[in-house]
C-alpha cells in the first residue's frame, strides 16, 4: 500500500547549517505530497505542499521538490534558526478519499544557537 | 477565522476505563474531520473521519468510536481502554472537496496505565 517513509531523528543543527530531511514514498497514481511542521506545545500545520511532479513547494525559506523518478520530497533549508525547531511530517494524500493524508514517523528539528 | 479546540491536552487513565475527547472547530460550516493517532514510533494514522453530521468512515478496525452530534463537533470514544491505547491523538478539519489542507488541534496525549 502507499507509504511514507522519513529520516529518522532527532536531528540537532547550529544555526545558520544547512539542513536537509529526506523523504521518500511509496504510491499507486500520483499523490500530492506535502510537509507539515509541528512546534513545541502547538498543533500540527501545513508548511509546504507540491501536487505534481517537479512543482516545488517553499515556504519560510523551506523547500521541497516533487522528484516522480526518485520518490521523493525532501524538505531543504539553507540557514536554519532557533525557532525552526520543531517535528517535522512528510505526508501523501491518496485518492479518492476526501483529502486524508498518510504520514511519516516525524523527524525531531533541534536547532542550537 | 477558523479555529480548532480539542481537549484535554493530557489524559492519563487506567486500563479498562472508558474515553471521551472532544473536538470542536469554529468559524466554518460543514467541515470534513478527522481523528489521528500517533503511537510511540510510528507515524500519524487516520483513525475516522466524517463528511457531516451522524457520518463516520473507520480507516482501522480498533478499540475506539467516533461520533459527530452537531456538524462542527467530533467526539472520539472507548468503553474500555487498553494500554495499546496509548498515543497522541489529534483532531483535524478540512473544507470539503478532495485534497484540500488539514487544520490540526493541538493535540491530546493519552496515557493508559
Known amino acids: 500500500g502507499d507509504s511514507v517513509t522519513q529520516m529518522e531523528g532527532p536531528v540537532t543543527l547550529s544555526e545558520e547549517a544547512f539542513l536537509t530531511i529526506n523523504c521518500t514514498y511509496t504510491a499507486t497514481g500520483y499523490p500530492s505530497l506535502f510537509w507539515y511542521v509541528q512546534y513545541p506545545g502547538e498543533g500540527l500545520q501545513l508548511l509546504l505542499k507540491a501536487t505534481k511532479a517537479d512543482d516545488k513547494g517553499s515556504n519560510k525559506g523551506f523547500e521541497a521538490t516533487y522528484r516522480k523518478e526518485t520518490t521523493s520530497f525532501h524538505l531543504e533549508k539553507g540557514s536554519v534558526q532557533v525557532s525552526d525547531s520543531a517535528v517535522y511530517f512528510c505526508?501523501?494524500?491518496?485518492?479518492?478519499?476526501?483529502?486524508?493524508?498518510?504520514f511519516g514517523k516525524g523527524t525531531k528539528l533541534s536547532v542550537k544557537p | 477565522s477558523q479555529t480548532i479546540h480539542q481537549w484535554p491536552a493530557t489524559l492519563v487513565q487506567p486500563v479498562g476505563s472508558p474515553l471521551s475527547l472532544e473536538c470542536t472547530v469554529e468559524g466554518t460550516s460543514n467541515p470534513n474531520l478527522y481523528w489521528y493517532r500517533q503511537a510511540a514510533g510510528r507515524g500519524l494514522q487516520l483513525l475516522f473521519y466524517s463528511v457531516g453530521i451522524g457520518q463516520i468512515s473507520s480507516e482501522v478496525p480498533q478499540n475506539l468510536s467516533a461520533s459527530r452530534p452537531q456538524d462542527r463537533q467530533f467526539i472520539l470514544s472507548s468503553k474500555k481502554l487498553l494500554l495499546s491505547d496509548s498515543g497522541f491523538y489529534l483532531c483535524?478539519?478540512?473544507?470539503?472537496?478532495?485534497?484540500?489542507?488539514?487544520?490540526f488541534g493541538s493535540g491530546t496525549q493519552l496515557s493508559v496505565l
Open positions: 483535524a478539519w478540512s473544507r470539503t472537496g478532495f485534497n484540500e489542507k488539514l487544520f
Open positions: 505526508a501523501l494524500v491518496y485518492g479518492g478519499s476526501q483529502g486524508n493524508l498518510i
